[in-house]
């Protein structure tokens, strides 16, 4: 992740140098992320949202339910939905959209997905979130 640069932003309150440097969105989902509609929150220090946005955004539109995924799911995405609870927000997480290394001592996959069970107020597929946001619109 470092190699790439996926975490080099100039400031998190500025989209300048953004584009193509490694922190940018995937250009397959670019027209849908930059909707005008998507929140898009400053990026996050370490593992989880406490020192970034994510709270203030959802709750300035009003919003007090979150479909969470990411890349990595038993650090990123898990600290994420313990913030996300802690500040009273209804967390839903995309198992099929989330993913985590594996090592010799373990699955971090695995021990998400346990811990979501134990924690989410959902745990969906994919499919199951695309249906339920089509029939929320």
């Not at 080099?8 to 953004?18: A, N, P």
Request: aromatic share 6%; glycine share 8%; with cysteine.
């Amino acid at each position: 992740m470092h190699a790439i640069g996926m975490f080099d932003r100039e400031s998190s309150l500025s989209m300048e140098g953004l584009e193509g440097s490694g922190a940018d969105f995937m250009p397959q989902y670019k027209d849908i992320i930059e909707d005008g509609k998507t929140i898009i929150t400053s990026p996050h220090k370490v593992y989880g949202p406490e020192a970034n946005d994510l709270s203030l955004q959802p709750r300035k539109a009003d919003i007090d339910k979150v479909i969470l995924a990411g890349m990595s799911a038993n650090l990123c995405v898990q600290a994420h939905l313990h913030e996300l609870l802690e500040q009273g927000f209804e967390v839903a997480v995309v198992r099929d959209a989330t993913a985590a290394a594996k090592l010799p001592e373990g699955d971090g996959y695995l021990a998400a997905l346990i811990n979501f069970r134990y924690i989410a107020n959902a745990l969906w597929t994919t499919d199951e979130a695309v249906a339920r946001i089509n029939e929320a619109t």
